[in-house]
Each structure stands twice: as C-alpha cells, then as structure tokens.
C-alpha cells in the first residue's frame, strides 16, 4: 500500500511516499481503508524531531494522526464496529499512520461517522475538536457569560474553539488576520482583533485566555486578566501560575472522550468544519508545507483512495 513515510528528522522536504506492507489486525483492533487525513502542527514537530522525548518514535516514520475511512477488516473479538461501517478517530502519535491508505489501531478509537458527515469533516474533528474542549471545558473550566480570549481564531483549534465557547454563553473575543475577520464573527466571536495591528494588551477583565502560539503572545497574556482570570496553553508546558493567576498547560493525549460530542454538535447545527485546502496523497509534502507557514484557515487536508 501506498504510505508517506520520514527515514530521517527534519522538514517536510523529508516525506516521501513509497510502497510498505498493509497491516493486519490483532485481536482488538481494527484496519481502516483512509479516506481523509487532517494535518496538525504536532505533525511537524514529530517530523522535525523535536517531541522524541513526549511522543517517542521509530523510524521509519508515517505521520499523520487525525483520519476517516471504512473498517476493512477487524481482529478478534471487536464488536465495536463491523466492516464496512464509515468511521473517524485518531492513532496515538506515537503509532502515526494517518497519511497512508490504511492504519490499523484499537476499535475502541474510533467512532462511527453520521451519514450527513463528509470523510473530510470527519477527520477535521478528532485533534482540533478535543483539544478546544479540553482546553477550554476541562482545564480552564470556562464558565456562563465570562470573557475569554482566544489567540488564533481561525486556525483548526481556534475555530473549534470559537464554536465551544459560544455554546458554553461566554463573551468571545479573538485575535485573527483581518482577512478572517468576518469567518470568526460567524463562528461566534463578539470581538475580533487584527493580531498584526491591534493591540490585544488594551484588554482586560479577561477570565480565560486560549494561548495557542507561546512566547511573546503568551507573556502578555497575563496584563489582561481579571481578578479570576486563567490562562490555558497549548504551547507552553513549563507555565505556572503567576501573581495569583492560574496557568495550566494543556497535554492532549487522546480524542476518543470528545468524539461523540463533536458529532452531537455537528448534528445539531452548532458546529462548522472549516477546511483550508485539499491534497492527494501523492501530495502531502506540499500540504505540509502549506501546513508549515502557520497561515491555515481551518484545517488542511489529505484525501486518500476513491
């Protein structure tokens, strides 16, 4: 079968696509024939080597975690799912896998994907999805009408995490490029600042803060908050509280827990799958490439097979 596959760290200029042996499922797992692959920038950084001692890996390497496709065949004593059934989830980074015609992993992973889901929304869900629910529900535990500020709106994580928040009632305020200005006010944002232009510093009385880039974003997050303000970060796993303010980083292992919730809103109507671009396969250097600039609307996918 056809795999994208790294033989050493580095760029995306080190992804290939070459021919491996298709897996087989041992008992309790399952094998799905991928139909769409959503890129995240943890891709990358396992490409470049940089999470070998979080998500240690061997090479050779097929990256990818976030998927959808059709169960092809299933192991020993699965009754999750039956083969041919249309399903979604996520490989433990670790195991990779996504961005090839089949990945094999636990039948407990997946989920099976509504009629009314395309494979491409489908996929999109799993790592952005769980992570904003994480960030913003578990740890931060945002509340009914308070303010939260989310730092990168319109990426994959910053759109869900838009749409999360404005179920949970809160006052959304976000910062995106002026371009995408008018998608985050759709998505539910009160406020939208230019990250360019704008200085977000002005704010304040904020009660949660969604880091998602670090560094000096992050630094001057803490001025804005509130008397009970928190800071939840994607970036920053050293963060602590600071002048009696709560900072938690946020570890995000495993979507399985918030599947069922991303379809239930989906089915709802209270959640939109925003897509950047579409690649094939034969392409996934140019989609991590694409990935690489940080400038994403939303996700980036890979479609594989028919």
Same mark, same amino acid.
């Given at each position: 079968?056809?795999?994208?596959?790294?033989?050493?760290?580095?760029?995306?200029?080190?992804?290939?696509?070459?021919?491996i042996?298709?897996?087989?499922?041992?008992?309790?797992e399952?094998?799905?024939s991928?139909? #769409?692959?959503?890129?995240?920038?943890?891709?990358?950084?396992?490409? #470049?080597g940089?999470?070998?001692?979080?998500?240690?890996?061997?090479?050779?390497?097929?990256?990818?975690?976030?998927?959808?496709?059709?169960v092809?065949?299933?192991?020993? *004593?699965?009754?999750?799912v039956?083969? $041919?059934?249309?399903?979604?989830?996520?490989?433990? +980074?670790? @195991?990779? $896998?996504?961005?090839?015609e089949?990945?094999r992993?636990?039948?407990?992973?997946?989920?099976?994907?509504?009629?009314?889901?395309?494979?491409?929304? #489908?996929?999109? %869900?799993?790592?952005?999805?769980?992570?904003?629910?994480? #960030?913003?529900?578990?740890?931060?535990k945002?509340?009914?009408?308070? =303010?939260? %500020?989310?730092?990168?709106?319109?990426?994959g994580?910053?759109?869900? @995490?838009?749409?999360?928040?404005?179920?949970? $009632?809160?006052?959304?305020i976000?910062?995106?490029?002026?371009?995408n200005? @008018?998608?985050?006010?759709?998505l539910?944002?009160?406020?939208?600042?230019?990250?360019? %232009?704008?200085?977000?510093? =002005?704010?304040?009385?904020?009660?949660?803060?969604?880091?998602?880039?670090?560094?000096?974003t992050?630094?001057?997050?803490?001025?804005?908050?509130? +008397?009970?303000g928190?800071?939840a970060?994607?970036?920053?796993?050293?963060?602590?509280?600071?002048?009696?303010?709560?900072?938690?980083?946020?570890f995000?292992?495993t979507?399985?827990?918030?599947?069922?919730?991303?379809?239930?809103?989906?089915?709802?109507?209270?959640?939109?799958?925003?897509?950047?671009?579409?690649?094939?396969?034969?392409?996934?250097?140019?989609?991590?490439e694409?990935?690489?600039?940080?400038?994403? =609307?939303?996700?980036?996918?890979? =479609?594989i097979? *028919?």
């Amino acid at each position: 079968m056809k795999a994208t596959q790294i033989q050493t760290y580095g760029g995306p200029e080190t992804v290939t696509v070459t021919d491996i042996e298709p897996p087989m499922p041992a008992p309790g797992e399952v094998v799905i024939s991928i139909k #769409a692959a959503a890129l995240n920038p943890l891709d990358l950084k396992i490409i #470049a080597g940089y999470m070998q001692q979080v998500f240690p890996i061997d090479l050779p390497y097929t990256p990818g975690s976030d998927f959808s496709g059709i169960v092809q065949a299933v192991g020993e *004593g699965v009754t999750e799912v039956n083969v $041919g059934d249309r399903v979604f989830g996520r490989t433990a +980074p670790t @195991a990779g $896998g996504a961005l090839a015609e089949q990945v094999r992993l636990p039948a407990t992973d997946v989920r099976r994907i509504p009629p009314e889901m395309s494979f491409e929304q #489908a996929a999109s %869900l799993p790592t952005t999805y769980g992570t904003a629910k994480q #960030a913003l529900t578990d740890v931060a535990k945002l509340q009914h009408g308070e =303010r939260v %500020l989310i730092h990168g709106g319109a990426g994959g994580v910053g759109t869900m @995490a838009v749409q999360i928040a404005a179920l949970a $009632g809160a006052h959304i305020i976000a910062t995106a490029s002026e371009r995408n200005h @008018a998608l985050v006010r759709e998505l539910g944002a009160h406020e939208v600042l230019d990250y360019r %232009l704008d200085d977000f510093t =002005r704010l304040e009385n904020i009660d949660v803060v969604l880091d998602t880039f670090g560094g000096e974003t992050l630094e001057k997050s803490w001025s804005v908050l509130g +008397p009970k303000g928190r800071i939840a970060t994607l970036a920053d796993f050293s963060i602590k509280a600071r002048d009696g303010h709560e900072g938690s980083a946020v570890f995000f292992s495993t979507a399985t827990p918030y599947l069922a919730d991303a379809i239930a809103q989906f089915q709802r109507g209270k959640l939109q799958v925003i897509t950047d671009a579409i690649f094939d396969l034969a392409d996934a250097r140019a989609a991590l490439e694409k990935l690489a600039t940080g400038h994403a =609307r939303g996700k980036i996918i890979v =479609r594989i097979g *028919g």
